[in-house]
């Protein structure tokens, strides 16, 4: 079974972000990039399926520019066998991403697509779902245990009130949650060997996919700081402020 | 022009969410319809006529909508959509999974997780861990858009809509629910309750975490974590606040052995006063909260319960 799966290179998860001075755009000038949490946690799903015999090739997929090339290398070291960059500088929505990586599958024929289920930059929590949708297949979202059996798969998933299990046909999109697994470091040597894992680049306009924007963004903002309020010196003291000041209790 | 709303229900009962979606949506200035699709779901069906604004509900019952999977769901909601300008759903995790999937299948983009309307094609919402507002506008016929609860304040419940039934779609056969391991709890919800009190890795183990439960008791409170005590077991997935978890906004949030990671602040923020309990007076929790007591959690939370015992 092939696996593909989908790492988009975002703002490092530590960074604070701010706006350019000018509020234009967030500022990523000298700023640690790396690849999305969630496709981390991926990216470490699939080499446990491979590593567990299920498995046979994983294909990592990264759509941006150039420098996305490292995050693809990451996901190399870690165990990917291939390497996929779609190149391209625009910034893309996560529909255009979607149709993208459909005619990804189409090439690749994989079984299984496991995305993250969010990416950290623009929180949009949307692409592995619009997939599922475009290709016609089930989706397993906010996945925190994954099971392939002979007919399909059994995903625990992350929902508001608890867990719950379902079944899926394959194959399908699934995408992942915090608790499917903690992902591996990467060693020296397997950076070295990563770097003679094919990583394959094709130019965006090659799909002849139609990823114009839908959303225009009409401006960016910080939201109002909260100021720090005060330190109270005991339980007596902050009791008072929450009974008498603050009126919340 | 006409907005569908997606109801989030278990089938008995309406999920308060919807009504916080139904608040959104009324700032469309357009028309309300709502969608119940589920299995025996008349109750809920009822519940959602009563919410104002509300000009019709759709009732669609069938076996394979009761667990709400994405797979039928979207295609009943797609096979509608072209009579509408808009669709909504919560941006709970019922409706962040259906929704991106209609949007994709209606070759639409979605705007996820809405904080503010502007104008009926004209949204805000946060990225980055609310770190910006992104003020966005869709250029697509039809708006796909799900809306944070907590933004909008719930519409009431004087309506009296018409409830029509409508014909449902095939079972495509692609998923099944098997089992939901539910949180049971006599506790308010956590992202409807007044008062929140949240446990970090400064609790040290579930066991501690009836410390907590000490405390919500008395306040009426109900208790939420952060991801690394989730992760480390204490506490179940679904008390996770922040930007990959729940968001809240009490009036009153009680952080205790939370250190205010990025993350975190992005789901409790908006709560109208922050207090923090923290023996490091250096945690950037303390940058956002209105009372901060830099104490151990362990003689402090004691402290508290005796105090509100009296
Ligand atoms: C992709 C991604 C998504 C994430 N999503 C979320 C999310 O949704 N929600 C979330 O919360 N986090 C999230 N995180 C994790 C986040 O970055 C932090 O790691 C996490 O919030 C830390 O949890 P904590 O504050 O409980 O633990 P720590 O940071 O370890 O802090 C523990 C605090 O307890 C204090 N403490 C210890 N003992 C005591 C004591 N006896 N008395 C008083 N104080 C004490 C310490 O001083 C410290 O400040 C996410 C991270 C990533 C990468
Ligand atoms: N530019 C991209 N390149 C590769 N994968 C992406 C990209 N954008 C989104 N994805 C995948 O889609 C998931 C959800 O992203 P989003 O819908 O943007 O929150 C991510 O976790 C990735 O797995």
Redo the contacts with the bound molecule.
Sequence with gaps: MKIV?????VIDANVKVRLKSDGSAVDSDNVKMSM?P??EI?VEEAIRLKEAGVAGEIVA????SDA?QDVLRSALAMGADRALL?RTEAV?E?LA?AKL?REVVAREQPQLVI?????TD???????Q?LAGLLGWPQATFASKLDIGADGATVTREIDGGLEIIAVTLPAVV?TDLRLNSPRYTTLPNIMKAKKKPLDVIALDEFGVDTRPRLTTLGLAEPAARSAGVRVADVAELLAKLKNEAKVI | MTALIIAEHDNDSLKSATANTIAAARRLGVEIHVLVAGSACSAAAEQAARLRGVGKVLMADARHYEGGLAENLAALIVSRAQAYSHVLAPATTFGKNVL?RVAAQLDVGQVSDIVEVLAPDTFVRPIHAGNVLAKVRSDDPIKVITVRATAFEATGQEGTAPIETIAPGPDLGMSRLLARELTHSSRPELTEAKIVVSGGRGLQSGENFKLLEALADRLGAAIGASRAAVDSGFVPNDYQVGQTGKIVAPQLYIAVGISGAIQHLAGMKGSRVIVAINKDPEAPIFQVADYGLTADLFQAVPELISALGQ
Excluded: E, H, Y
């Design positions: 799966v989908p790492v988009k290179r999305n969630f496709d991926a997929v990264s759509i941006g996305c779609i893309l996560p991403v990586l995305c993250g289920k969010q990416s623009g929180d949009a929590n949307q692409a592995g619009m995408t | 991106p």
